[in-house]
DNA sequence: TTGCTTGTTGGACGATCGTACAACAAGTGC
DNA sequence: GCACTTGTTGTACGATCGTCCAACAAGCAA
């Protein structure tokens, strides 16, 4: 049917890649078009061609868009997982000393960015409308909260407040770390710190005296 | 050119409206759709369909989608500030029962609803991208912020601590929001209420303790 | 009535979208 | 060397997108 089979193939770009390698990189090509186009740019034709890949690429690694950006946020939020994990290394064993880095970390670079929550977005706005993603949502928010119960359970609150100390504590990092990133002139890294360490002084002691 | 202006235009329905109810009207039908469908379903067409309007009107009055959204956000900002003021206005005077008032409403319908989470992540999206939703943006957080920040005052937090105060308090509203929209059944809405009222009344305490 | 202004329509236009698919390229087993 | 599998390409297709615009309908002034 073509007319023009003409041109020999010769220089065509074709190089076969590991699977996994390939997904991976498409995954990135995503998250590199959603911060840079934002959530109405990013296109299977934006993506591949970002990835330096064929559009019809896409659709043999993923069902669709969808797909491709639910699995770009897993990836952004192991990514987060990652930083957060390595400040609190760093911050040693002291379990005050790694609540606070734990602060820190989420107010800076790499968590604390606007190319990040481009990606953020995007998700948010399918978690409504496909279930399958609204678990996802949940189950990657459950294990934030999760994580951020043991390091408050070390800290001394007590096993009856910890549920809504972690859900406290998890929506004013985050609430802090939105507005952050929409406009980054509002206020700065180090008050956001600063406001969420106040709360975490005034939750630990306040549990500790009803211990 | 148009090869059929056959049938005979009688029953079209042409009816001409006030300018600023019509615009109104492509708000309102803007909200709708971005409820039903999403960010990625919300098109020119949908929303003049919804409207029950040609689509070619759509661009009359607003110079694209962008705009729309916009302007949508500005509209449903408005009432949930109206709803606020009206849960305001239903708590008498006492400063405390008006915080606290403040808290239950955005907690509550219609404040806190999925529809209306629709709406935000649509304006959130464009904030990147276009300097002057940015800028609206930033005007409609402060506005948010400065109430909450007279509120506070009344409650006898001092005004070196103010800023700081409002930010959390503002921070932590719009996580247990956002979270309560995105996955209701995380925590309940009486769950969030709790907890904002005890981040007031220990932001209350230490604020006083040290005046 | 007549002419003028303006809200409104509905379709045309080119661009871009997601998807599907036949052709092709590189391994792999034999 | 020869089938066979499979990652990859490029394109064609129909649908839908935003924009544009000539035609039309209603109100208003004279």
Known sequence: MSAKP????AE??????EPDA???SLVEACARVLARDGVGGSSVRAIALDAGVSPGLVGHYFSGVDALVAETYAHIEAQVSAAINAALDAAGTDPRARLDAFVTASFRAPV????LLATWIAFWSLV???SDIALQHDHQYAAF???LEGLLSECGVA?????RAAIAITALIDGLWLE???SPQAFSAGEAEMIARAALDSLISTDRRSD
């Open 180 to 182: 952050l990133c929409l």
């Open 145 to 147: 909260r999760a994580r």
């Open 112 to 115: 604390a960015s606007g190319e």
């Open 22 to 24: 390939r997904r991976q």
């Open 6 to 9: 003409a041109i020999t193939r």
């Open 128 to 130: 409504r409308s496909r």
């Open 12 to 17: 065509r770009a074709f190089t076969r890649a």
């Open 159 to 163: 096993k009856a407040g910890l549920r």
